[in-house]
């Protein structure tokens, strides 16, 4: 029977909404306590649905739900099975936010930003390897000769993310990672190219580094707290200029 409010045994069915959500707690309920692990292949759709007790059209939403999610994964001849489960990958549809939101909805996702940003760059601080730390300093170099753009969004992008790496949490990292939204940042490197303010990030970059070399974690944290608080403010200013 297909869940779409139809009687069985003379009980209205629950709109299929709301039996594709059941199935897919049910099966975060399977992975959460261990009898789904991470790599496991599940069992058929025909067999899950029985088990569960729901139509295999709703399993099949509820399969491919938590494949874009990133909790499942379809191989092809092969089957479905659970992911790694890492943070990157549960986390990947985050950068779509970013991606998507505009005006205040941006300035509050770059004040999370802010917050998360400058705790990371305090970690990094304290734990950064001399191989990540010479990384930076590539990126950093990098974008001191240069005046493109692009060449400078693709090495500020990488500045953070290596950064972020080396503050030795995967699940930071990610969200960090989906904050930073390559299409918002090149807005945000278009305007200030044309308001001449190369040389200020720039120095704040310069800030980032020169406190990961001290090991300095308050240092870090200030530094990289005050860059994106400029890039936040600069973004207020953009708001209040809109008509």
Do not use: C
Not at 76 to 104: C, K, M, N, W
Not at 170 to 197: C, H, K, N, P, Q
């Amino acid at each position: 029977m297909a869940d779409t409010g139809e009687a069985e045994n003379g009980v209205a069915a629950a709109p299929k909404g709301t039996v594709t959500q059941r199935a897919i707690e049910q099966i975060k309920a399977m992975i959460a306590e261990g009898r789904l692990e991470p790599g496991q292949r599940l069992p058929t759709e025909r067999d899950l649905a029985a088990r569960l007790g729901i139509s295999r059209s709703s399993m099949r939403e509820a399969i491919r739900a938590l494949t874009v999610l990133g909790v499942l994964e379809a191989r092809h001849g092969s089957g479905i099975y659970v992911t790694q489960l890492e943070a990157g990958d549960l986390l990947e549809t985050f950068g779509v936010v970013a991606d998507l939101s505009r005006g205040p909805r941006l300035v509050e996702l770059l004040e999370v930003r802010r917050v998360l940003e400058s705790t990371a760059t305090a970690l990094a601080a304290a734990r950064i390897t001399a191989d990540q730390l010479a990384e930076v300093e590539q990126h950093l170099t990098a974008m001191n000769v240069t005046d493109d753009p692009e060449e400078i969004l693709a090495h500020d992008l990488a500045f953070h993310r290596v950064i972020a790496g080396a503050a030795g949490n995967d699940t930071m990292a990610a969200i960090l990672d989906g904050l930073s939204s390559r299409t918002f940042r090149a807005r945000v490197w278009r305007g200030y190219e044309e308001e001449g303010a190369f040389a200020r990030t720039r120095r704040e970059h310069a800030a980032i580094h020169r406190a990961l070399v001290a090991r300095d974690p308050e240092a870090a944290r200030a530094a990289a707290a005050a860059h994106v608080g400029e890039v936040e403010q600069w973004l207020r200013n953009q708001l209040r200029e809109q008509p």
